[in-house]
């Protein structure tokens, strides 16, 4: 007899095929058991009869529970009306385990409860379809930047120095040294682009922020292109194609498990079309002060401020040209007007918030010295970064986009804790 997964399960229409997997659901209606069958690759009703199937093999189904391990084997025949458009005639049952009280019922639970069950949590049908699009993301991602000719080039986890300011860094003993958690690739990105001019990482990244945001997390992974010669303009339009493509393909290949399963309103995806809105810094600020929500121009916009300016457009947008004062020293000064910087967000609609920061560096070595101290950082660290500007300086540019921030956008998810398989939260670091 054929082993099938539940995915390949068409293949074998009219045929006995063997599958081996859990008990998603059981019920009864008297002579008649449905057992919802997951297999990890979709799953399957399958039937038994007692008339057709015998007393004994209808007992041992009758005695499976949620979870339970089982080898089933069985017909398969199409029906329109089956979840997966299949279903399984049983005509014998292995078990490997009955599970006893699995933790997570049909009914409702609460939040930290499941959290506290996120191994066991990822079987159900909503973490399923939410992680099964992440891995397609991650695809469409890496697809995007190896179609057009970047390199992919790792950078390290443990670092010397900071990045992204020195609040948010995650300390470890190296040794007797100190070491950090990177906070970004970026700066070794500027020396990779370099030597591969188009190149990008992709890994996880750490932020030891104090934040309980419905979009913060201690670790995230984030996507990080650089471009030798690249100004701000061209990394504008570089993030303009890429978001349009990795929703589009996300759409593409996940409408069902989207609209079925996530219930997400597809039109707000549909209209992230070219091209995206684009306004600075300076002129989103006047928009807020309008709106009274409590923004001072200078300053960060709020997790509020991000939501009310989102509300003017119905695509993802672009903001430009912050102030130097709140952002990071490597950035390359507005020609225009000194105080600002060659920087760019990326917002996206329906309040997700910023997915894309990014800009211009300096490529002046005398400057970036002068910003490294200004910035109370240790210039000996740099030296490395530094050596960028001494042998052989070019303007370049690229940013980062945050993967789970876009997952929870792309899927329409209110926090960002369901969209990474172990979160690591302000106050969770289990399971
Ligand atoms: O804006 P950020 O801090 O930019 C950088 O780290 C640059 N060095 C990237 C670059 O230019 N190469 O972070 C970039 C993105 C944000 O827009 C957001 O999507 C995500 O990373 N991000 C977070 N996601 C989840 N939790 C957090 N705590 C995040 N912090 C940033
Ligand atoms: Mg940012």
Request: proline letters at 5%.
């Amino acid at each position: 007899m054929r082993t099938a997964e539940v995915a390949g399960v068409g293949e074998f229409c009219g045929q006995e095929v063997l599958l081996k997997g859990w008990v998603y659901n059981i019920r009864s209606s008297g002579k008649i058991l449905f057992i919802l069958v997951r297999d990890g690759t979709g799953t399957i009703q399958c039937i038994v009869e007692k008339a057709s199937a015998g007393g004994e093999l209808f007992d041992a189904a009758s005695g499976l529970q949620q979870e339970s391990s089982i080898e089933i084997r069985g017909t398969v025949s199409e029906d329109s009306r089956a979840p997966g458009g299949y279903e399984l005639q049983v005509t014998g049952l292995d078990v490997i385990q009955i599970a006893e009280d699995y933790p997570i019922t049909p009914k409702e639970h609460g939040m930290n409860f499941l959290m506290d069950h996120r191994h066991l949590w990822l079987r159900s049908s909503r973490q399923h379809a939410i992680l099964k699009i992440r891995a397609g993301l991650i695809r469409f991602i890496r697809e995007f930047f190896d179609n057009r000719g970047f390199i992919c080039v790792d950078t390290p986890i443990f670092t010397p120095s900071a990045c992204e300011g020195t609040t948010t860094l995650f300390e470890t003993d190296y040794f007797g040294d100190k070491a950090y958690l990177t906070q970004s690739g970026q700066l070794y990105n500027e020396a990779n682009a370099a030597a591969f001019r188009k190149v990008y990482c992709f890994g996880p990244t750490f932020r030891a922020e104090k934040s309980k945001t419905r979009r913060h997390l201690i670790e995230f992974w984030m996507v990080e292109p650089e471009v030798a010669f690249a100004e701000l303009d061209d990394i504008i339009q570089l993030g303009e194609d890429f978001i349009v493509e990795i929703v589009g393909r996300s759409l593409e290949s996940y409408r069902d498990l989207l609209t079925d399963v996530l219930e997400r309103d597809l039109a707000p995806l549909e209209r992230v079309q070219p091209p995206f809105p684009r306004i600075s810094y300076n002129d989103a600020a006047d928009i807020l002060k309008k709106r009274e929500t409590g923004f001072v121009h200078g300053g960060d916009f709020g997790g509020t401020d991000e939501t009310v300016l989102s509300e003017g457009y119905d695509r993802p947008f672009f903001v430009h040209r912050f102030p130097a004062a709140i952002k990071a020293f490597y950035m390359q000064p507005d020609p225009e007007d000194e105080s600002l910087t060659l920087s760019v967000d990326l917002l996206a609609p329906e309040g997700y918030g910023e997915i894309i920061g990014g800009g211009q560096r300096i490529h002046d070595l005398e400057l970036l010295k002068r910003r490294v101290g200004e910035h109370g950082l240790p210039e000996k660290a740099f030296e490395w970064y530094l050596d960028l500007r001494r042998y052989g300086t070019f303007p370049h540019s690229g940013f980062g986009l945050g993967l789970e921030r876009t997952l929870a956008y792309i899927c329409g998810i209110k926090h960002i804790r369901e969209t990474i398989p172990y979160p690591r939260l302000l106050n969770r670091l289990s399971p």
